[in-house]
């Protein structure tokens, strides 16, 4: 049979059958998706192909699900550290936010984090921002796979007046990308202390119609925490069951500082939590207990959130960060081992986005998502184990190619689909507006 | 007057001044030393050279200090993960490096961990481990700066057969290297649960004559500190105070689980500590309380530890690590600002080494170890602040240049003092080897 692409490599490591490494295997891709994985000599024999990567050195895997971010705020990267979540928030972000975002600052923050991301393999993020439809257009444009959690907040912005309005437009883009094969919807109302309940109680029932997620910022910190029992008596967690929202169809963004009744809560309801460990040790927000979590049987994904509090886009790093913060935190060095930091950056954030059918995995009948690592570098060397090295070792810039929907997006590191020169330049011309900012003063 | 090398770039952040951002500036460089930093017109004026360089996306920083390794576990990479310090130590690390260590292992290893340390702008380290000749040797073949921590042990191995042996070839080692500008050299007694008294006694006495360092794996675990006090009474720390061990010349690495009186007889006695946060996360070994060390005056350093409990050995994420452990540690988002990380990465690392007047900041006199890091890609863009950068935004793979005494050892990203080819084959070859080891089975 003749398809469209065969990729053959040294290691492939589908994430599903769990822990597994594939020795000399070959991909077989057709019409975006994955047709089989098999041994290369099987491949050549049963297949001809257009197209035949053969990749000696290097580790296929799944793409990289980045399932918490903010794209547009790499414009931010470096304009506001070493600060608290709320400081940060009131005293910089938000200043500089309503100072510059515009059409154009998402269009082009957006281009600049999705360069990052497929960079470093990354293949698909969920993005919480204004103008979702701009992200929507960049990332078509880029061939990125997006989830598109459009914003819902009590207070205007530049994207909408009121909470109605949010829950309108969000409607809308879901409308417009019905049929999309990059572009996923969900609803992403901003926290519960910036949306009341009666935007939330809409949104629930709109997103059981509608089928799709829904994502909040939620037990980011333990002052969100504390004001909540202070004016609810009950958590911010409680608060979201009371409200009907606890459901499997719930991405729980930071969750830390959980107690042993919100975990049981968790699991018992089916939710999902994205775990954002180096945002909230930035911010000081404090550790997500994901080593519970997951032996609950919590779906637990990871993401970067925004450049402005990490400050990169990097899922190794996020890997990394998530085990070894796991290990210190609960004083046992068994604690999320490799192989589950990397199901946590594919799979598991392939289910919290309800695309656990057509990403996350290397398996026939899903979207060609696909990274090669090169292994070939000192840091990945001697190749002992190459699942330990992708978590442990690997640098992300030893990511060589990358594929999303069959698509090759990035070829031996040189980007394909962006134009790397007009987005560095693009960066640097918001740096000098940046420099100049009375927000920064 | 005319000088060897010029080095012209955007920014450089000398360290020393704090926090300083040159912008424009020049780095003179002769006969291995910094003779001036000044302004790039005035640079032009004053000097020619014979070579200039020009680099116009980058940020010039001090060589990086790793102040705690043992290179040639770099073969060990992946070979066991996921294991507390203990199991780890007792149930592979001993038995592989009982099968394999030799001369072969220890040269082929440090050449692995020297060309990944160039390669991610690390220009000094501090090497704990076997045949520390073979490592000078190694190093000063690929113009890299080493502090060999000779090994001293209670018990025999590959290299000495009892403590006063281990002495010996130490004071040896030190007279070998005495005159040398690459390598200096320290005593370093294993731990205090490897070592005894006596022969702590006599390290003492040969430190002060021959006015080298210690350096000493202290307080790592919990376990460590427990056995001490059931067994003597009182900390380790305590312990090495008792000995007249704890002084200025003393390098106490890991220090996690410090008391507050630990805390201020370390800074009421002048010693140094590093604190090797990735290392002390992978084992679940616990976390030192730097925040407060550096509050207490005490000199911090950083380390990567070796490459089986990291696993690498870039000073880039030891900064990054060790800010945002501080962070969420001490819940404090202004804890470990970025400059003060860098600062343990450089400066701190020199003092620590007792090389402060030689390296660790670009200031005329110091030996020109300079590193250039392209900030000119998606990570770091927009360049909003240099520093920042560094730590919480750079990828290692963004050094371009590596300038060791003024010599150049990495052109944009070509290694020139060590060949990569060959030691990629040698770490396949012992890939090879240690695949098959019973130790693994």
């Not at 490599?9 to 991909?27: E, G, H, K, M, N």
């Not at 949010?166 to 910036?194: E, M």
Request: proline share 4%; charged share 20%.
């Amino acid at each position: 049979m003749e398809v469209e692409l065969i990729i053959k490599s040294t290691w492939i490591v589908p994430v599903v059958p769990r822990a597994t490494v594939l020795r000399d295997y070959a991909i077989i891709i057709h019409e975006k998706k994955i047709l089989r994985i098999l041994p290369q000599q099987e491949a050549l024999d049963q297949y001809s192909a257009r197209h035949i990567v053969q990749l000696d050195e290097h580790v296929l895997i799944p793409g990289l699900i980045n399932s918490h971010c903010h794209a547009s705020m790499a414009l931010l990267r470096g304009a506001a550290d070493d600060l608290p979540l709320h400081e940060w928030l009131q005293n910089r972000i938000w200043p500089l936010e309503q100072e510059f975002i515009s059409r154009k600052f998402v269009v082009d923050g957006a281009e600049l984090a999705i360069a990052e991301m497929i960079a470093s393999g990354t293949t698909c993020f969920a993005d919480m921002y204004f103008f979702p439809d701009e992200v929507a257009k960049t990332a078509i444009s880029a061939n990125m796979r997006v989830q598109l959690a459009s914003p819902i907040l009590d207070f205007p912005s530049v994207w909408a007046a009121n909470a109605d309005e949010y829950i309108l437009k969000a409607t809308q883009t879901h409308d417009q990308y019905r049929n999309s094969d990059l572009v996923s919807t969900a609803f992403g109302p901003h926290s519960l202390y910036t949306v009341s309940d009666d935007p939330l109680r809409k949104i629930r029932i709109l997103a059981d119609e509608l089928d799709i997620p829904i994502h909040v910022h939620i037990h980011e910190t333990k002052t969100e925490i504390q004001d909540s029992i202070k004016s609810f008596g009950i958590s911010p967690l409680m608060r979201l069951k009371n409200l009907g929202l606890l459901t499997p169809r719930l991405v729980s963004v930071h969750c830390t500082h959980l107690m042993d009744h919100d975990i049981e809560l968790l699991s018992a309801q089916g939710a999902n939590v994205v775990h954002c460990p180096n945002s909230n040790m930035k911010l000081a927000s404090g550790i997500c207990n994901v080593s519970k979590l997951v032996h609950h049987g919590v779906n637990v994904a990871l993401g970067t959130d925004g450049a402005a509090s990490n400050n990169r886009l990097d899922m190794f790093g996020e890997m990394r960060a998530a085990t070894l913060l796991a290990k210190v935190s609960t004083e046992d060095a068994t604690s999320l081992p490799a192989y589950v930091a990397l199901e946590m950056a594919t799979i598991q954030g392939a289910k919290a986005l309800g695309l656990e059918e057509k990403i996350g995995s290397l398996e026939p009948g899903k979207f060609a998502d696909v990274v090669a690592v090169s292994l070939n570098d000192f840091n990945t060397l001697p190749i002992n184990d190459p699942i330990s090295h992708l978590v442990y070792g690997a640098n992300s810039s030893q990511v060589s190619n990358v594929w999303i929907g069959g698509k090759s997006v990035m070829r031996h590191g040189d980007l394909l689909t962006l134009e790397k020169t007009k987005i560095i330049n693009s960066a640097l011309s918001w740096q000098e507006k940046i420099e100049k900012s009375e927000s920064l003063a």
